[in-house]
T-cell receptor, first 114, second 114 residues
Framework: ETGVTQSPTHLIKTRGQQVTLRCSSQ?????VSWYQQALGQGPQFIFQ???????GRGNFPPRFSGLQFPNYSSELNVNALELDDSALYLC?????????????FGPGTRLTVL | EDKVVQSPLSLVVHEGDTVTLNCSYE??????LLWYKQEKKAPTFLFML????IEKKSGRLSSILDKKELFSILNITATQTGDSAIYLC??????????????FGTGTRLQVTL
């Protein structure tokens, strides 16, 4: 186990609703990255938070937003949910610097949008 | 656009066989290549490769990187049913000294049968 935790495990929402997913990073890690993994695909980078600031964003619309707290835990918020947002949402934590920086993943939140 | 391509997409082998999984990449800035194993939800870290020609080994798994030809292979010898999983290849495209960001391939689904 990596020490990265996510909640909730599963979630069912309807189109147009809003959702908040949570991630606690591994002890000693100050960076959290969020990924969306659709069925049969590899994870796609949504954004990253480093020391409470957004530190890069993938190709996702502004209705995907996030936060990082002083204890380095993080939230992913998605507004105006669409059917295509149904996916496994993974967060990964890392130490955030150095020659090599390995990301360790949490168990994910499975979001279903009806 | 950064790209990571894995092959084959899917593979079925018998227990005891040896398998080779492939990963090729095109990224604007290469820092490292990582292999993960995904069984149910959380991708589990296997290897990080940064230098060409140096094999990394862990039990029956090994991996090597060729930075000139832009590819990596993951070998699994004497496969067991517990090796059945999706194997993900990812490339870290950030600069050394900063938090890593990953581009993933679609994965290779390996099924090991008795």
């Amino acid at each position: 186990e990596t020490g990265v935790t996510q909640s909730p495990t599963h979630l069912i929402k309807t189109r147009g609703q809003q959702v908040t997913l949570r991630c606690s990073s591994q002890s000693g890690h100050n960076t959290v990255s969020w990924y969306q993994q659709a069925l049969g695909q590899g994870p796609q980078f949504i954004f990253q938070y480093y020391r409470e600031e957004e530190n890069g964003r993938g190709n996702f619309p502004p209705r995907f937003s996030g936060l990082q707290f002083p204890n380095y835990s993080s939230e992913l918020n998605v507004n105006a949910l669409e059917l295509d947002d149904s996916a496994l949402y993974l967060c990964a934590s890392s130490a955030g610097q150095g020659y090599t920086d390995t990301q360790y993943f949490g168990p994910g939140t499975r979001l279903t949008v009806l | 656009e950064d790209k990571v391509v894995q092959s084959p997409l899917s593979l079925v082998v018998h227990e005891g066989d040896t398998v080779t999984l492939n990963c090729s990449y095109e990224v604007t800035n290469f820092r490292s290549l990582l292999w993960y194993k995904q069984e149910k939800k959380a991708p589990t870290f296997l290897f990080m490769l940064t230098s060409s020609g140096i094999e990394k080994k862990s039990g029956r798994l090994s991996s090597i990187l060729d930075k000139k030809e832009l590819f990596s292979i993951l070998n699994i010898t004497a496969t067991q049913t517990g090796d059945s999983a999706i194997y993900l290849c990812a490339v870290d495209y950030t600069h050394t000294g900063t938090a890593s960001k990953l581009t993933f391939g679609t994965g290779t689904r390996l099924q090991v049968t008795l």
